[in-house]
Nanobody, 120 residues
């Protein structure tokens, strides 16, 4: 089964940057699309970025132009570069994966998440 491990969260000031990492294991990485999700305090979890095995990307409007998702297929790793952070970006960040041909409700392999706190 797919297993994912997030890291890289922390405390950052408004306007700052942070890079999150997600290490994938358990299946053949290049057959999976990987996404980052965010759960802000008191809000539902939302998908903010996704990347296919060929590095096709999609972003939520809330992060478009500020965040960049990338993958290293040799290292089974997906990263999320986050720039121009605001308090609205505070939350627990999770990565999850699905077979590329599967529908979006098939994301799984959820890890413990990594907390990002943006302070003013």
């Amino acid at each position: 089964q797919v297993q994912l491990l997030e890291s890289g969260g922390g405390l950052v000031q408004t306007g700052g940057s942070l890079t999150l990492s997600c290490v994938f294991s358990g299946r053949i990485f290049t057959t999976y699309t990987v996404a980052w999700f965010r759960q802000a305090p008191g809000k539902d979890r939302e998908r903010i970025a996704a990347i296919t095995w060929t590095s096709g990307t999609t972003y939520a409007d809330s992060v478009k132009g500020r965040f960049a998702i990338s993958r290293d297929n040799a290292a089974n790793t997906v990263r999320l570069q986050m720039n121009s952070l605001t308090s609205e970006d505070t939350g627990v960040y999770y990565c999850a994966a699905k077979r590329t041909s599967a529908p979006d409700n098939q994301y799984g392999g959820w890890g413990q998440g990594t907390l990002v706190t943006v302070s003013s």
